[in-house]
């Protein structure tokens, strides 16, 4: 069964905003692995896979928008008669593809987060494991559900709307479940933060909090609205979810790495820290001085 973005028309300006945003998305992830290439020698060893697994995320998801926009354009024929833009027989536009994509990003995100935390060892892995495996779990469930949309939305008298709400609150446990452990661990870190990389931390914290919740709000957009500008407002919150999710979240991680990297005395990062406050680099070695 298909998303509901198969069963409308759409305005000139409605179908264009939507492919609009996809290249923006796609544009901003490639311009992000320049970003975390570059950036990648400016941190610490110890934090480096988190640059790393930005520009992977960056690739895997430029890759699958990049799909999508190839797939809107050739889901839609443009009828000057009518204006509007109304869909190819045989087509279907799927967001299946941006689950198959968090099937990887989910997983990556949260190993990026313990690894500016600090996480190590065992440590490291038990929280990697309840994280990936919930985060699947969250993400496969919610898979199911999305096929339901038909139903909801007011398109199928055959299909039940049931599995939509079951499937879509059984992996609202598993994100809740998330949320609860990206807390206890932005907030009780495996090494004592510096005021300043704790603060940082509990953005991070906020960030991922407002950016994906906005993931369960693009799926309950066929439940409570059902239109072209619907559908527009689903993408735009997919696209800001993407951005902010996996761009400015790995940005600011990777910003938290190098403050940790410059108070552990990394070198190439003091140098970055002279370009960017050049009264600061009278004193590069305080990490090094034993405490007051
Ligand atoms: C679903 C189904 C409905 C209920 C909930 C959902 C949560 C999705 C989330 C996705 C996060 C994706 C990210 C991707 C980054 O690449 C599956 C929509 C709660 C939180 C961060």
Not at 34 to 50: E, G, H, N
Not at 51 to 60: E, L, P, Q, T
Not at 167 to 193: A, M
Request: net charge negative.
């Amino acid at each position: 069964m298909p998303n509901f973005e198969n069963y409308l028309e759409y305005g000139y300006w409605h179908f264009d905003v939507i492919r609009h945003i996809f290249a923006l998305t796609v544009a901003a992830f490639l311009a992000g692995l320049v970003y975390f290439a570059l950036t990648m020698k400016d941190v610490a060893p110890r934090y480096r896979l988190s640059n790393v697994i930005s520009a992977v995320v960056m690739v895997s998801a430029a890759l699958e928008i990049f799909q999508l926009w190839l797939l809107w354009n050739r889901s839609f024929d443009y009828d000057a008669t009518a204006g509007l833009w109304t869909r190819n027989e045989g087509m279907i536009f799927s967001n299946g593809y941006r689950y198959a994509n968090w099937s990887i990003d989910v997983p990556m995100l949260l190993t990026q987060l313990l690894v500016v935390l600090g996480f190590t060892g065992r440590a490291f892995w038990d929280n990697w494991g309840k994280f990936t495996t919930a985060g699947l779990l969250m993400i496969w469930t919610g898979y199911v559900g999305q096929y339901y949309e038909p139903a909801v939305a007011g398109f199928s008298d055959t299909q039940a709307v049931a599995p939509f709400w079951i499937w879509g609150g059984v992996s609202t446990l598993f994100y809740l479940y998330i949320l609860y452990l990206v807390y206890s661990v932005t907030h009780n870190p495996p090494d004592r933060l510096s005021p300043q990389v704790a603060t940082e931390m509990n953005r991070i914290w906020l960030l991922l909090l407002c950016a994906w919740t906005l993931y369960p709000l693009a799926y309950l957009v066929p439940a409570v609205w059902v239109s072209d500008e619907a559908v527009v407002v689903r993408q735009v919150l997919f696209t800001t979810a993407d951005i902010t999710s996996k761009l400015v979240f790995g940005i600011m991680l990777s910003r938290a790495a190098r403050h940790r990297s410059i108070e552990e005395g990394y070198g190439p990062s003091l140098a970055v820290q002279g370009e960017i406050y050049p009264d600061r680099i009278e004193r590069p070695h305080r990490a090094h001085e034993p405490a007051e």
